[in-house]
């Protein structure tokens, strides 16, 4: 069965510093892998997906995400915070053949002045 | 296209009332599914359905619970004799039916709250 862990279920950033929000799958077949954004009362907003290929993939908003096998992670990193990024961000994986996704617990990104 | 629309937004009702929420999906989507939201938890499936047929059911879906979609497009979701446990963000998403394009797009939700 897959799985996913989110590491933190809050980060706290500045304005225009790093963000790293953490995810590690588990999975026995190939993974299908998602980073959805939720806003507060809204459903949810795919930023980015990783399929196949290339394993450094680029969503919106400035988002990015790599996939690494050999560590099962797909962390997810925008090099400049925004204040409009605060949101809460939920991790996914699927795999082919297998229609629900299985999210995270999620992690709410804060970002301060 | 205009997106996942989920009817009502809001929905409070004593416990042991039913309640019926609706799903309209993006019209050119097969795929339709629901997921459960509780506070501070990500998502969890429900159900799905391929077109009209209701293909998977997670054992979250207790027998007071049920979806259809009976022409293939719009679906509901009912629970009978709401409990507080029931109290959550219900979630509909839907998507193509071709394996490389299966990205779900999400409604805005439908959340009750059973008092």
């Known amino acids: 069965a897959q799985s996913v862990t989110q590491l933190g279920s809050h980060v706290s950033v500045s304005e225009g510093a790093l963000v790293l929000l953490r995810c590690n799958y588990s999975?026995?077949?190939?993974?299908?892998l998602f980073w959805y954004v939720q806003y507060p009362n809204q459903g949810l907003q795919l930023l980015l997906k990783y399929t196949t290929g290339a394993t450094l993939v680029k969503g919106i908003n400035g988002f990015e995400a790599e996939f690494k096998k050999s560590e099962t992670s797909f962390h997810l990193t925008k090099p400049s915070a925004h204040m409009s990024d605060a949101a809460e961000y939920f991790c996914?994986?699927?795999?082919?053949?297998?229609?629900?996704?299985?999210f995270g617990t999620g992690t709410r990104l804060l970002v301060s002045p | 296209d205009t997106g996942v629309s989920q009817d009502p937004r809001h929905k409070i009702t004593k416990r042991g009332q039913n309640v019926t929420f609706r799903c309209d999906p993006i019209s050119e989507h097969n795929r339709l599914y629901w997921y459960r939201q509780t506070l501070g938890q990500g998502p969890e499936f429900l159900t799905y359905f391929q077109n009209e047929a209701q293909l998977e059911k997670s054992r979250l879906l207790s027998d007071r619970f049920s979806a259809e979609r009976p022409k293939g497009s719009f679906s509901t979701l009912e629970i009978q004799r709401t409990e507080q446990g029931d109290s959550a963000m219900y979630l509909c998403?839907?998507?193509?039916?071709?394996?490389?394009?299966?990205?779900?797009?999400f409604g805005a939700g439908t959340r009750l709250s059973v008092l």
């Open positions: 996914a994986v699927s795999v082919l053949g297998f229609q629900k996704l299985v």
């Open positions: 999975s026995s077949v190939p993974p299908y």
């Open positions: 998403a839907s998507s193509p039916d071709t394996g490389m394009k299966n990205i779900q797009y």
